[in-house]
């Protein structure tokens, strides 16, 4: 296995790997960045992205994650394909490994993994994945507001997402699979007292409809085996987020569900030297903006704790 020192190493891509580098790269840091498994994260499956400041007419994701990555380029990062599949973090310089085949140390490591959404596994849901089927009704909501839509889930999420939606749409089914939500009471009273949201107990999704777009979902009862057809225009998913952290376990504080721990206000993980950003550590927004802001605060933070190692080192002497 060959080995190789950098200053600063950037885990993942997308817009909080993107901005960690870009303001990385500005500060002198040289920064390497390893794109993973998806270059550009989620927002490469994401056809319009029309809340991001600074593109008024909305843009294509994959383009907009193209933009961030020359950006990132120009003012010097290293951006590189690869996979990391190990770390350690046990010593004053950490070490990641690449593709189990290259061995990189650094003074800093930037983790911006971020998360992937749960999906039903429907062959139709992967066909029609950002041609009506998505896991964010907050990203992609607005572009179907007046028509009819579902959602799948019944915790806090689907039930805050299904709300949202009823402000858009003019009708939303909750396609719940058991016969109570596991939502929060609160949720689910005001998920009940909106009139155009309509529940439907023990369902199951057998099949999203349509071609080139959503026209519709097969959705089975699974008490009585009754099919029904949805007349819908757009098909969401809110059955939760897995963060992209398992090889971190062992050296990083996390919650129970995975996500990373971070000192609030600030991107500091439990590890000195050690900072995260984006949807590895964020289970509330997970949205691009917010993911760019904390990739600037990451990349400050390890400014910051570079230039308090360097001071260290100067008294040492």
């Not at 050690?274 to 949807?279: E, L, N, Q, S």
């Amino acid at each position: 296995m060959t080995t190789e020192h950098v200053n600063c190493l950037i885990i993942g891509s997308g817009p909080a790997g993107y901005t960690a580098a870009i303001y990385a790269s500005r500060a002198g840091m040289k920064p390497v960045l390893y794109q993973g498994m998806q270059p550009g994260g989620q927002l490469t499956i994401t056809n319009e992205v029309d809340n991001f400041p600074g593109y008024p007419e909305g843009v294509n994701g994959p383009q907009m994650m193209m933009d961030l990555e020359q950006q990132a380029r120009r003012f010097g990062t290293d951006i590189r394909y690869g996979l990391v599949t190990a770390v350690d973090f046990t010593g004053p310089i950490h070490k990641a490994v690449v593709d189990d085949q290259l061995e990189i140390s650094a003074n800093v490591v930037i983790i911006s993994t971020g998360a992937s959404a749960k999906w039903l596994g429907l062959p139709s849901e992967m066909r029609l994945n950002g041609l009506g089927v998505s896991a964010c009704a907050v990203c992609d909501g607005f572009f179907f507001r007046g028509k009819d839509v579902a959602i799948v889930g019944a915790g806090d999420t689907a039930a805050e997402e299904a709300s949202y939606l009823a402000n858009l749409c003019r009708k939303v089914y909750m396609i719940v699979r058991r016969d109570e939500m596991r939502a929060s009471k609160f949720m689910q009273n005001r998920v009940k007292s909106l009139p155009n949201i309509e529940i439907l107990w023990n369902s199951e999704t057998e099949e999203v409809l349509g071609e080139e777009g959503v026209t519709g979902a097969l959705i089975k009862n699974t008490v009585t085996g009754a099919q029904r057809v949805l007349d819908i225009s757009g098909f969401f998913v809110a059955i939760g987020h897995k963060p992209n952290t398992e090889i971190f376990k062992p050296f990083v504080e996390m919650d129970e569900t995975g996500y990373i721990i971070t000192e609030k206000g600030s991107t500091r993980t439990s590890v000195p030297g050690v900072f995260a950003c984006g949807d590895a550590q964020d289970n509330v927004y997970r949205q691009a903006i917010t993911a760019a802001g904390t990739g600037c605060m990451a990349a400050l933070d390890a400014e910051r704790y570079l230039a308090m190692k360097e001071v260290e080192m100067h008294a040492e002497v």
